[in-house]
């Protein structure tokens, strides 16, 4: 078996100049953290359809209220649903098109393999 190493130092000073920063690497790896959850999975594919109080998502997954309610500030943490309140109540969305578009490349990935 060879100990010989190739020479990679340009393919190396090529990733150097694109790296992005560690602190912005942390930030994606919450993001990450924050799909890493059963239930948030379950809400994000609620609200990926519907705005929806706590009421109405506790049902949907039959979880309590307060756990939803956790869950939902986790999520809310991490920027991937937003509230809108409506007098005395809270509606929750995803952020945006790109918690969509996460959500569905897991999906399609697992679906296609």
């Given amino acids: 078996m060879?100990?010989?190493c190739c020479d990679h130092s340009k393919e190396v000073e090529k990733v150097k100049k694109v790296l992005i920063c560690d602190e912005t690497l942390y930030d994606v790896a919450e993001?990450?953290?924050?799909?890493?959850?059963?239930?948030?999975i379950k809400i994000i594919a609620i609200l990926k359809e519907e705005e929806l109080c706590v009421g109405a998502i506790s049902e949907l997954i039959n979880v309590?209220?307060?756990?939803?309610?956790?869950?939902?500030r986790?999520?809310?943490n991490s920027k991937i649903v937003k509230p809108r309140r409506?007098?005395?109540?809270?509606?929750?969305?995803?952020?945006?098109e790109h918690i969509k578009k996460i959500y569905d490349m897991g999906l399609e990935?697992?679906?296609?393999?």
């Fill in 64 to 72: 309590s209220q307060s756990a939803v309610s956790h869950q939902l």
């Fill in 31 to 40: 993001l990450f953290k924050a799909f890493a959850d059963t239930t948030r």
């Fill in 109 to 113: 990935h697992i679906i296609k393999g």
């Fill in 86 to 96: 409506v007098g005395k109540q809270m509606f929750y969305s995803l952020d945006d």
């Fill in 74 to 76: 986790v999520l809310k």
């Fill in 2 to 4: 060879s100990t010989e």
